[in-house]
């Protein structure tokens, strides 16, 4: 299951999905949950209390009504201390997506990481095998083995849940694949030139090879092939090179050896050969099809030059006769088989990418990963999020639409939805979530260090991530003011604008001295990292669960003048763990008691603009398919910020929320007595996500160590607090705050509520004297609902 559109969307076109109700008054539901699995099958220690949920005014939220608080005593349960609403509501979640088709996983979305080099391009398929054109040769799925198939034994990393499937050997990428059923061959045109087929019916060889092959094209790779029915000329294929020249390919006999080819080519065709006989309604469609298809290469060709929204991106020809084409800007024209312009209609605004035709449908797939099913008039019969990322190319075979996504995932979708089966199979799969659920534990420790510009020693760096690392498996570490002067901020501004900057050297040392303190390269890997200005990310995964960490994308947004230096701002990363986003956003934000609003405006604007990215030195392959993205794609509610879309999202890093109404005495008695519940309710963080202007939905475990700014470097113990001409009013500066699944805090972990986290330890390491600032660290212990997808396949066949 993909980690971010398993959400119920609000909004979708199709009759799939029951609203939330949207009375004035509270609806409150309760729902109990039998004891979870873990990985192996076995019940779990955790067996979640009823969860209460209202839906309020049309969203999910919980309440504080006295005879609320009195249930949830009942038991046991509290509300969490600040409530999210519009845009940081709390993602909903389903075991089963109640806007959609029950879909078939032939593939679940793989780990960008672990699909270097062998990218799924291109699908085609017959009523027993799915094939599909890899970057490193061709994969074939058999149909009768999806459901009860058991896992693939020779499946490469990444692929140890999808369906059994046999693969290839090496090949050059293959860009596009023709099915060839009266032969029982495969032909695949690659990105050498070369044309390819393959059996259908392959050996048991662990590879399989191909049966022949020829060079079609000698610079410019095969992007189509078309098999036609031409029986007089013995044409077996047209083949469209990078230049739009169509070419007719025959294979003579001493190409394909195998008798049974042999003989049907025994007769070669002539330019003086006539018909004889009329076309058959097959021929004439082919024909109809390569004239429109040379008439709209003409119009995408001089639309390219002119409006570049309008370029054709996919043809397909319905049973009536007509060819669709669909442009980059959602809009889909119908021609006539001479090219004349029939109707144009547009029921999306995100680009086409791929159509496909069985009798009286079209079904669409567009960047958005959206897919819609039209009639042949072009009314639109239903549609929903296919994937979270475009659907390149679909295929039909048995009873299935297949889908591809530009992420590698496959997936069937019924011929016969929307329709009644669709829901008794949606409710059958919700009553058997338990059996194909399983619930995965992971310790993450989160670290965040105002450094002033200066360098730690390797003992700082133990106390403060050493000392606690060995018990987790995911280490975040964020880092503010790593180097401020004017050189390092303008060199920041210029890699953000696109220019070539110098590598600011004190990043890497960090990042290196980090690694050595968690003994990179033995026990823990580094997935990620994202710098701005004088800020700094980094995460790294220990051995046994970096198999289940990858799709790591970083953001960075600027909050100093104009929102364009990044003296102040947010870096971030995005993290798939066990097939769930957990996003990691380190902040700096405005300095000074007074400027509370300027603090608040900071947070608002980076966690409603701050955009994920593939970063600079990605493991993703260079030859992948890189589709254009548009301002709609992937956007799956008006104006919804990415952060919203995670499972789980951590703030951290230097606030700069000050106390109010105190003095620098008067804090220095409440420290040396250890009053921290006194201090904190002057604490102007606290007192503005009291009010909702700031951190809205988010937690905080509980403050016991003393504020954290300002110290004196090199001076230990409360002492060091800064007693200059300034005297600057101790405060808790630097702080972890976290939001997960759960909408209420008693909410159990299931697939209605994905990851929920629990804090086991919240501390300053007062000892280490090297910045003004003290490191900050928040360990958290995170529970993780995912789905068994051979499990849940077999569910689906019985």
Not at 404 to 415: Q, Y
Not at 561 to 572: C, D, E, L, S, T
Not at 685 to 694: D, F, H, Y
Request: aromatic share 8%.
């Amino acid at each position: 299951m993909e980690p971010d559109d398993d959400a119920t969307r609000r909004k979708g076109v199709g009759s799939y999905g029951q609203p939330a109700p949207r009375d004035a008054e509270a609806t409150f539901i309760y729902t109990r949950h039998a004891p979870l699995r873990d990985r192996h099958g076995g019940e779990t220690s955790l067996a979640p209390a009823p969860s209460l949920v209202a839906w309020v005014d049309g969203g999910l939220c919980s309440a504080s009504s006295a005879s609320l608080d009195r249930a949830l005593s009942e038991y046991g349960g509290a509300l969490p201390e600040f409530v999210g609403a519009g845009a940081f509501r709390v993602p909903l979640r389903a075991a089963v997506h109640p806007a959609r088709p029950p879909a078939l996983e032939v593939r679940p979305h793989p780990l960008r990481e672990t699909q270097v080099g062998s990218f799924l391009r291109t699908l085609a398929c017959d009523r027993r095998q799915l094939w599909a054109g890899a970057e490193c040769g061709v994969r074939v799925w058999p149909l009768d083995e999806v459901f009860f198939g058991a896992r693939c034994p020779a499946a490469r990393r990444g692929d140890e849940e999808t369906a059994p499937f046999r693969e290839s050997a090496p090949a050059p990428p293959a860009l596009c694949v023709a099915v060839d059923a009266a032969n029982r061959m495969v032909w695949t045109g690659h990105r050498d030139g070369r044309i390819r087929a393959w059996r259908m019916d392959q050996g048991d060889a662990p590879l399989f090879t191909e049966a022949v092959s020829w060079q079609a094209f000698a610079r410019t790779p095969v992007l189509s092939i078309v098999v036609t029915s031409d029986a007089r000329t013995r044409d077996l294929l047209r083949v469209f090179g990078m230049d739009g020249h169509v070419e007719s390919a025959r294979l003579e006999p001493p190409m394909m050896p195998e008798q049974f080819i042999e003989e049907e080519i025994k007769v070669k065709p002539t330019k003086k050969d006539k018909p004889q006989c009329s076309f058959t309604f097959l021929q004439k469609s082919r024909n109809a099809l390569m004239g429109a298809a040379d008439a709209m290469r003409r119009v995408a060709t001089k639309g390219t030059l002119i409006e570049d929204n309008r370029r054709t991106e996919a043809v397909a020809q319905p049973m009536d006769g007509t060819i669709w084409s669909g442009c980059t800007n959602g809009s889909i024209i119908v021609w006539d088989g001479n090219g004349n312009k029939l109707q144009e209609f547009q029921h999306h605004v995100s680009s086409v990418q791929c159509m496909e035709t069985f009798g009286e449908r079209v079904w669409v797939g567009y960047a958005s990963g959206t897919i819609q099913v039209m009639d042949v008039e072009g009314n639109l019969l239903a549609g929903w999020t296919a994937h979270s990322c475009p659907v390149i190319k679909m295929a039909i075979g048995g009873s299935y639409i297949f889908s591809l996504a530009h992420h590698g995932g496959i997936r069937g979708w019924p011929l016969s939805s929307p329709g009644p089966l669709d829901d008794i199979l949606r409710t059958e799969l919700a009553n058997r979530e338990l059996s194909y659920m399983r619930l995965e534990n992971i310790k993450i420790l989160v670290g965040t260090w105002n450094v002033a510009q200066e360098k730690a020693s390797y003992e700082s760096l133990w106390s403060w991530l050493g000392s606690a690392s060995p018990d987790v498996g995911l280490v975040v570490v964020g880092l503010q003011e790593v180097e401020m002067g004017a050189g390092a901020l303008a060199m920041a501004a210029a890699k953000e604008s696109g220019l070539r900057a110098v590598t600011n050297r004190s990043w890497s040392v960090w990042i290196d001295n980090i690694g050595k303190t968690l003994d990179e390269g033995i026990s823990f890997h580094r997935v990620g990292s994202r710098q701005l200005a004088g800020l700094l990310i980094a995460a790294w995964a220990r051995n046994d669960l970096k198999p289940y960490v990858g799709d790591v994308d970083a953001a960075a947004v600027p909050c100093g003048f104009g929102h364009a230096i990044g003296n102040k701002g947010g870096v971030g990363l995005r993290i798939r763990v066990h097939d769930r986003r957990i996003c990691f956003v380190n902040n700096h934000f405005a300095a000074h008691l007074e400027n509370v609003s300027r603090r608040n405006a900071d947070f608002d604007h980076i966690y409603r603009t701050m955009t994920f990215n593939k970063p600079h030195g990605s493991t993703a392959s260079t030859t992948s398919v890189q589709l254009p993205k548009t301002a709609s794609d992937n956007q799956t509610d008006e104006d919804t910020p990415e952060l919203a879309e995670a499972d789980m999202v951590v703030f951290l890093g230097d606030f700069n929320y000050r106390l109010n109404g105190i003095t620098y005495d008067e804090a220095r008695d409440m420290v040396s007595q250890r009053s921290f519940d006194w201090l904190r309710e002057r604490d102007q963080l606290r007192i503005e996500m009291k009010a909702g202007n700031v951190f809205q939905g988010m937690r905080e475990g509980a403050i016991k160590f003393p504020p954290t700014y300002k110290f004196q470097r090199h001076q230990p113990g409360l002492a060091g607090y800064d007693s200059g001409e300034k005297k600057r009013i101790p405060a808790w500066c630097d702080r972890i705050l976290y939001r997960d699944s759960r909408s209420v805090s008693i909410a159990g972990c299931s697939l209605e509520c994905p990851v929920v986290a629990a804090i086991t330890s919240y501390e300053a390491c007062m000892d280490v004297t090297d910045s003004d600032h003290k490191p900050v660290r928040c360990t958290f212990s995170v529970d993780i609902a995912r789905v068994d997808e051979l499990t849940r396949r077999r569910s689906m066949e019985k």
